[in-house]
């Protein structure tokens, strides 16, 4: 079992800069990918961005996030984090935290969510 809380989300204006952090506990050493995804209301969960736990140099980002987040993590800290800049009110959503075990090809444990509001 993994089990991840988020943190760091809130209210900026567009332009501004937030970092959300995930905090990983339990059975992280089985972990294979980390990933953040987002919903907005009444929209599908769609991921934001991915990073290869054992080689943070592979990353995934979506299209429309690419240049402006960044993922990274501190193995030492069991914590993934998602730097937001350039934020654009399209970017408000609740954020989720994603953990792919070893030997799974799905994201078995999910966080909690933290929201990000992004106002013009």
């Known amino acids: 079992q993994v089990q991840l809380a988020e943190s760091g989300g809130g209210s900026v204006q567009a332009g501004g800069s937030l970092r959300l952090s995930c905090a990983a506990s339990?059975?992280?050493?089985?972990?294979?990918?980390m990933a953040w995804f987002r919903q907005a209301p009444g929209k599908e969960r769609t991921v934001v961005a991915h990073?290869?736990?054992?080689?943070?140099?592979?990353?995934y980002y979506a299209p429309s996030v690419k240049g402006r987040f960044t993922i990274s993590r501190d193995n030492t800290k069991n914590t993934v984090y998602l730097q937001m800049n350039s934020l654009k009110p399209e970017d408000t959503a609740v954020y989720y935290c994603?953990?792919?075990?070893?030997?799974?090809?799905?994201?078995?444990?999910w966080g909690q969510g933290t929201q990000v509001t992004v106002s013009s």
């Open positions: 339990g059975r992280t050493f089985s972990s294979r990918v």
């Open positions: 994603a953990n792919m075990p070893q030997g799974s090809s799905s994201y078995d444990y």
């Open positions: 990073i290869i736990w054992s080689n943070s140099d592979i990353t």
